[in-house]
């Protein structure tokens, strides 16, 4: 991730998205544990990238012992504001091993599309990083490409208060990459920040291909953070993984 994107993760406007959706959180971490229910995998949680502590923060209250990473200062120093409870450290996902001293958990979690970012091989070691720290099962969250390239909006406006947020978006089939412009707009009609990203976006079989080069097996793929069995137009893919 470079310098310029890890910017807009730190950004007042991206950190007023994630408080938007802090709920959604806590329907990952019950999904989460009824997934540790039904596989009878133990309490040790990496959240990795953890952001502001969103999935984290419901886990320990439901008595997970959880570790979160990212690679942004702020969030991290946000994630320790917003979760008493559990551990935050500042790392590079690609080198978990390193960062977490050869330590493995019970779940580990990857969810809110986090890949992508990078280049495909960084994504690759991304994978295989998380293959190395995790001694139970492992969730991959993406959107889907297939749906995206058939459903996602040239134009899309959304609330995040204070802000009006206006995303222009154009997907480059040649790379899978999905260019994103977003400004945001004051209660006055002022234009007062924009930011610009692209993002690499997988079909399942894509990520197949990857998750078993990094040494995984799958077990399940789902909808989101339902149980229903994904399906191709789904917007999410949510991939539970074992070691090979």
């Not at 999904?31 to 949680?45: E, P, S, T």
């Not at 953890?50 to 690679?71: K, T």
């Not at 979760?83 to 050869?102: H, N, Q, S």
């Not at 099962?137 to 909006?153: C, E, Q, S």
Request: aromatic fraction near 14%.
């Amino acid at each position: 991730m470079g310098e310029e994107t890890l910017k807009i993760f730190e950004s007042d406007f991206y950190i007023s998205e994630m408080v938007k959706v802090w709920e959604e959180g806590r329907k990952w971490a019950e999904w989460v544990y009824q997934l540790a229910k039904r596989l009878g995998v133990g309490n040790r949680v990496l959240d990795v990238p953890c952001g502001i502590g969103r999935v984290a923060n419901f886990l320990v209250n439901m008595g997970f012992s959880v570790v979160g990473i990212d690679i942004s200062e702020r969030m991290i120093q946000l994630a320790r504001k917003n979760v008493g409870g559990a551990t935050f450290i500042k790392g590079d996902m690609r080198r978990l091993p390193e960062v977490l001293k050869g330590d493995r958990f019970d779940v580990v979690i990857n969810i809110f599309n986090s890949l992508g970012y990078y280049g495909e091989e960084d994504d690759l070691e991304i994978m295989k990083s998380i293959r190395q720290v995790t001694g139970g099962v492992a969730v991959i969250n993406l959107d889907n490409r297939d749906y995206v390239i058939f459903n996602w909006p040239e134009v899309y406006y959304s609330y995040v208060p204070p802000y009006m947020v206006i995303d222009t978006s154009k997907f480059e089939p040649t790379t899978s990459r999905l260019q994103v412009h977003r400004k945001y707009i004051d209660q006055r009609g002022r234009e007062v920040g924009q930011l610009k990203y692209t993002q690499r976006y997988y079909s399942l079989h894509e990520v197949f291909s990857m998750v078993r080069r990094a040494g995984f097996r799958v077990v399940g793929v789902y909808s989101g953070y339902s149980w229903k069995e994904f399906e191709i137009g789904d917007p999410q893919m949510t991939l539970v993984l074992v070691p090979s």
